[in-house]
């Protein structure tokens, strides 16, 4: 009865779900039912359409529009001019979606315009035309900014790739090393006959990229031998080195002298050749030169089976810290030297590397010329001739992408085959000063006028202290000390105690100091390899020196 039954609540149509669309909706009376529709009936059944636009606040037909009034439709429903959602007067939304706002206006990296589209159906809804993302046309149809941007960072990427201190297929200037290094692999290993090799040269002169050419050339000539191959960097201390390469032959690892003899026997026991090559051999050296000697030793016993070699910095190794070997019947190890790169030989490795790149050079020639001449004048480090380049295509590539931002569009299509901007002597220049320090930027005063500052400091602090403590040798602590003293004084930045062993380890390579590590950096022995007055002389820096030298220690 309709006097027993709840007062029914008006019903608020939301936005229904596409699966209430589909319910069945109840028969049809044949009569007007005085109590209204059932309430289940009027949320899930769908609305009936007019005939007609329907007005917002008119109540559709079968609906109560005596006590309830049809909320409009919500934007996803609505259709045509009435979806406030779908015009470009409503809220902003991404620039690649404002089609008609674009129209007459380039963006710097979006589409390009183009005529309003035209509905591939009928339909298809004005929602999808106004949202949907224009698709470009290839790269003809792009800006003439968008396609500058792209042709030079492709070209600058490329570069960059190509300058990376990686392996190459073919090392310039090195070919001399390259047969040797494969020569004795193949009379040792190939041959049976155990023996070691000692290769030194200063840092960046290609020892291990010769190496492992030459280990990927000579893959199937070794495929019967086990070849170990370890960093003495990634040891802690120099007596690990015997585990390290216990495992790696899969021997059970121990430490101290047991895991030693076990390793010893392994290797003077019935089975293939053993190629061990130690990178940094320099890191294991200790006060009694124990752990080199030892593995030195190895090949020259009885049965063995070992074919050892060695990279280092320091080419006085054997000599100075080895000389018990020389007095043994087989002699000590075969040597081979590393010179550093000339500035011919820096030149066309990196014309090599950069004639990779398609299209015109990035880098310009009397760049390119000056980088080789002043690396080659430090240290002949071709890793950091390719760094040095890589860097100034990195600053040259930063300038083209801020003005590529900021620069306002010229009109028309003059930059449709934009030439890209080259590396220039400037970048080349500004990137070795912060690499080397400033005077070496400067240059220009003669062959020894090469010594960048930090070294400069350096070496009249070592000067000046083997002066007061009347000694050739000093610690590396001791050194590091005075010349941090004679940095404040002279108001400049001082490196670290790290930082001063690269210095001193370069300065070594050079063959003006001489370097005996120890277990503790600090207490390394650090000694002059020519005279004082010479020095002086090489620094040719006479107003610096003269007054580090007047002021003295205090």
Known sequence: MASSSPQRQPTIGFPRRRSARHLAAPPAKSGPDPAGPDPATLRLS?????????????????????????????????????????????LPCSPAKRSKENQGRR?????????????????????????????????????????????????Y?????????????????????????????????????????????????????????????????????????????????????????AQQLGLPAAAGREGMRRLEKQLTAQGPM???????????????????????????????????????????????????????PAGGPRLLHFPPYSREQLAAI????????????????????????????????????????????????????????????PGGDSLASPVPKRVGLLHVSRVISEVFGERLAAGGRGARDTFPLQQKLLLCSLLLLAQRLRAREVTLGKLHDAYSQVCRRQQLPAVSQA????LVTLLESHGILELKRAKEARLAKVSLKMEAAAVEHALQDAALV?????QGLR
């Open 46 to 90: 769908p609305r009936p359409r007019a005939s007609g636009p329907a007005e917002p606040g008119r109540a559709a037909p079968g609906t109560r529009s005596a006590r309830t009034k049809a909320l409009p439709l919500s934007p996803r429903k609505r259709l045509g001019d009435d979806n406030l959602c779908n015009v470009p007067r409503t």
């Open 107 to 155: 963006l710097l990296f979006g589409d390009p315009p183009a005529s309003p589209e035209k509905p591939s159906s009928p339909g298809l809804s004005p929602r999808r035309r106004g949202q949907e993302t224009p698709r470009s046309s290839g790269l003809g149809g792009q800006p003439a900014r968008t396609r500058l941007f792209r042709q030079e960072g492709t070209c």
């Open 157 to 245: 990427q490329q570069a960059k790739r190509v300058l990376h201190a990686a392996v190459p297929d073919r090392l310039h200037a090195r070919e001399r090393e390259t047969g040797v290094i494969r020569q004795f692999l193949r009379e040792h290993v190939c041959g049976r006959r155990p023996g070691s090799l000692y290769v030194s040269g200063p840092p960046g002169t290609g020892k291990t990229a010769c190496l492992s050419r030459v280990l990927l050339d000579c893959k199937d000539e070794l495929a019967g031998s086990k070849t170990v191959v370890l960093n003495c960097m990634s040891l802690s201390s120099p007596q690990g080195v015997f585990p390290a390469v």
């Open 274 to 328: 053993v190629l061990l090559v130690l990178d940094e051999l320099d890191q294991l050296e200790s006060k009694e030169q124990d752990v080199l000697y030892t593995l030195f030793e190895w090949p020259q016993l009885p049965g063995s089976r070992l074919v050892l070699v060695g990279l280092a910095n320091a080419l006085d190794l054997t000599d100075r810290g080895l000389a018990r070997l020389g007095a043994r």
């Open 350 to 409: 990196l014309q090599e590397r950069l004639g990779q790149v398609a299209g015109d050079p990035v880098l310009d020639a009397a760049a390119l010329q000056f980088c080789a001449r002043k690396v080659s004048a430090v240290s002949g480090d071709a890793r950091k001739a390719l760094d040095v380049c890589r860097r100034a295509v990195e600053v040259v590539e930063l300038e083209v992408r801020s003005q590529s931002l900021l620069k306002p569009l």
């Open 499 to 502: 930082e001063c062993l690269s």
């Open 546 to 550: 003269g007054s580090i030298l007047a």
